[in-house]
């Protein structure tokens, strides 16, 4: 989920509004977050909100979050601090660089191996 229109959990309409009720059949979600800007633990929490305005259970399903853009600079300085502010596991990465990607490719693996039972396998 790598961001959504502010307010779309609000006003029920266009397509942020049609994502949030997509996402309701995920397993699980991964966030992602610009490591690259000040304070990107705000980001989190914007999305975090956007969930629980929409349909609080939305925040029950396990979440990961992707700090991109971890190449960055600024980005490796608040990476500690971002942690903090975040509860859920969160994966430094970079697209551009390709930073973690084979260690995010291992880790979404793991959890699919965890999430889909024979039940799921047989709808």
């Known amino acids: 989920m790598p961001g959504i229109i502010r307010g779309a959990s609000k006003e029920q309409q266009g397509l942020g509004c049609q994502f949030l009720r997509h996402i309701e059949r995920c397993l699980a979600l991964l966030l992602v977050i610009d490591m690259s800007v000040e304070r990107p633990w705000e980001q989190y929490e914007y999305l975090m909100n956007e969930l629980r305005e929409y349909k609080m259970d939305l925040t029950q399903k396990p979440i990961t979050i992707l ?41 979404l693996r793991k959890q699919y191996d965890e999430f889909i039972t024979d039940q799921w396998r047989n709808v």
């Open 67 to 107: 700090g991109n853009k971890i190449d960055d600079p600024d980005a490796k300085l608040q990476l500690e601090q971002t942690r903090s502010h975040i509860p859920y596991p969160l994966l430094p990465i970079s697209t551009i660089e390709k930073v973690n990607i084979d260690k995010l490719l291992l880790y």
